[in-house]
């Protein structure tokens, strides 16, 4: 077999035989550079191939952790944010019971400087500090801090409800004198009546002074009576509760109305000789549960 070689211009020729060894070793090799090439090109474009198929996969995986990184970031802002709140209420909280054990200071008389609820209580000692893997968590320490507050202010309230219905239940119990300046002229029980000479029971304490001199009330409620009723003159009288009633007579004018609401210690009359009196006094009369008692006890009680 003859294998002809022509030059570009035609001119010159090469003849190769193709039965001697060397030139199948010739072609032979030229197959197998061509071989290789193809393999080297293959073997190329399946590296870019599998390169492009990491970078792709480390870039999911960079996706998902940044993902995951804001939803850290997200669950950690809202464990702030609910942190914070709860803080809040328990500062509300622990604001409200200030101002209540402030007031049962106030109600209760005690000394401020010993019962201060704007300072920080006086504690302290010796504390043992704990590992990291010992620390205890914040939320459960606010729910059972959140669980004490509970407990102190409802017994604080119970006890504000108490001082309350005790300072209401002194208000409204008779106690003192009805009047401000004077002196008594005559005393709860048997005596010659100042008309007629003969021997009465007095129901009443009466009370002599300078007339138009402040006459108050011994005690809080409602008045149920202010105007003129008979022999009483200008007349005033006061329902107590408990079953408790006073009586106020012979003023000069009168400071309150029926369905008034009166508090101890508050002028209702100024002292008077209306009615049947023989000079400016106030009688001073209690009824308890309808029923007239000595006024005595209630006005020793106030001294």
């Known amino acids: 077999m003859n294998i002809i070689l022509l030059s570009r211009n035609g001119a010159r020729r090469h003849n190769l035989n193709c039965c001697r060894w060397y030139h199948w070793l010739v072609a032979g090799a030229g197959v197998a550079f061509l071989l ?30 940044r ?19 709860r803080l809040a209420e328990l500062q509300v909280r622990a604001t409200r019971l200030d101002a209540l054990g402030e007031r049962l200071v106030r109600l209760a008389g005690l000394d401020d400087g010993e ?36 407990e102190q202010e409802s017994q604080l309230r119970l006890l504000d409800r108490l001082m309350i219905s005790r300072q209401l239940q002194e208000e409204v119990t008779p106690e003192g004198r009805p009047i401000t300046q004077g002196w008594i002229s005559s005393s709860y029980g048997m005596r010659n009546d100042p008309f007629t000479g003969r021997r009465v029971y007095h129901r009443g304490i009466d009370f002599a002074g300078r007339p138009g001199s402040d006459v108050v009330a ?8 202010a105007a003129d009723r008979n022999a009483y003159g200008k007349l005033v009288e006061i329902d107590h509760g408990n079953g408790f009633v006073t009586r106020y007579a012979h003023n000069k004018a009168l400071k309150v109305q029926e369905g008034d609401t009166v508090r101890k210690g508050q002028v209702i009359a100024l002292l008077g000789q209306t009615g049947r009196a023989t000079g400016p006094h106030v009688h001073f009369e209690v009824l308890e549960n309808g029923r007239h008692i000595n006024p005595s006890r209630f006005i020793k009680a106030s001294r």
């Open 218 to 225: 011994v005690g809080g409620g409602i008045v149920t009576w």
């Open 115 to 150: 019962f201060d609820f704007a300072a920080m209580p006086g504690i302290g000692g010796p504390e043992a500090e704990i590992g990291i893997g010992h620390a205890p968590d914040l939320m459960a320490q606010l729910d059972a801090l959140d669980g004490i507050m509970a």
């Open 67 to 85: 993902e995951g990184l804001q939803s850290a970031r997200d669950n950690a802002q809202a464990n702030i944010d609910a942190l914070t709140i």
């Open 36 to 65: 290789g090439a193809l393999v080297v090109a293959g073997f190329a474009a399946g590296v870019r191939h599998g390169d492009a198929a990491f970078v792709s996969s480390w870039e999911d995986q960079l996706q998902a952790q």
